[in-house]
Nanobody, 126 residues
Framework: QVQLVESGGGSVQAGGSLRLTCAAPGYTYSRYWSSMGWFRQAPGKEREGVAAIDRDGSTRYADSVKGRFTISKDNAKNTLYLQMNSLKPEDTAMYYC??????????????????WGQGTQVTVSS
């Protein structure tokens, strides 16, 4: 069972920045995984894809975050990041890291991902 651990959430004012981190303790080669992504779920709403990255480093973003969020991997540290800038109140949600080590192409589709973290809360105030 793959364990994903997120960190970096918090409360910020609109216009601020946060960086989320996702680690897979014990998995040295997570940088070779097929797909990794960030999803979010606000109260009363469905979980949605925010950003994803495939094994080769190609990225995808939801339209709502393009130009503001950046997904990246640090292969040396086997860590996934989500840099979030120019945050808006509508970005408030629980953010989840997701992964599929064996298949997928880094899409924003929930069904592509088999492993999920517990989530980290991001709250943006106006």
């Amino acid at each position: 069972q793959v364990q994903l651990v997120e960190s970096g959430g918090g409360s910020v004012q609109a216009g601020g920045s946060l960086r989320l981190t996702c680690a897979a303790p014990g998995y040295t080669y997570s940088r070779y995984w097929s797909s990794m992504g960030w999803f979010r779920q606000a109260p009363g709403k469905e979980r949605e894809g925010v950003a994803a990255i495939d094994r080769d480093g190609s990225t995808r973003y939801a339209d709502s975050v393009k130009g503001r969020f950046t997904i990246s991997k640090d292969n040396a540290k086997n860590t996934l990041y989500l840099q979030m800038n120019s945050l808006k109140p509508e970005d408030t949600a629980m953010y989840y890291c997701a992964a599929n080590p064996y298949r997928g192409s880094g899409t924003l589709e929930i069904y592509e991902y088999d492993y999920w973290g517990q989530g980290t809360q991001v709250t943006v105030s106006s």
